[in-house]
């Protein structure tokens, strides 16, 4: 069993698209093991993409991600971080594979509807980032 960290971005949430991502999800056998609805502050999105600063579509990014909730949560399931990332399909929606989240619901590469860990070291940073244990 693999953990990876998902994100259903403000665009998708604004769209009603929860359940039908939770969905997929579950109907593919990654299971949340731990969801909470946020929105983003400025400073957390800014440390959440640092790796971004300084990029032309950073600016443009943490305003999208702190425009209204999102839904975090922690996917449980065998090889959990590539299969979310085939779920998700590539940041552009237009070179999307068909069937994909963003192939079917991003309207382009920045409002593209989910976030997903893209390595074990991302998803277990990311994962600590937001359900650090108190
Ligand atoms: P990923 O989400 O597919 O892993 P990253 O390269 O990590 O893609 O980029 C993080 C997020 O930044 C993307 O999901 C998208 O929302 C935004 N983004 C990335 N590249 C661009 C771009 O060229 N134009 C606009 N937004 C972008």
Redesign the pocket.
């Known amino acids: 069993m693999e953990q990876t960290l998902s994100i259903i971005k403000p665009d998708a949430v604004q769209k009603h698209l929860i359940g039908e991502i939770v969905g997929r999800f579950e109907q593919s056998g990654l299971y949340p093991v731990q969801i909470k609805m946020i929105t983003f502050s400025v400073a957390q999105a800014e440390a959440f ?1 640092a790796e ?1 600063l300084g990029r032309e ?1 950073y600016q ?2 943490i305003d ?1 991600m702190t425009s209204g909730p999102s839904v975090v949560m922690v996917l449980e399931g065998n090889d959990a971080i590539k299969r979310n990332r085939q779920l998700m399909g ?2 552009n929606p237009d070179l999307a594979e068909p069937g994909t989240i963003r192939a079917d619901y991003a309207e382009s ?2 409002l ?1 509807c989910v ?2 860990s ?1 390595s074990a070291a991302s998803a277990e940073r990311e994962i600590q980032f937001f359900f650090a244990k108190h």
């Open positions: 993409y971004h579509f443009p990014l999208f590539v940041t590469t920045r593209n976030h997903g893209d």
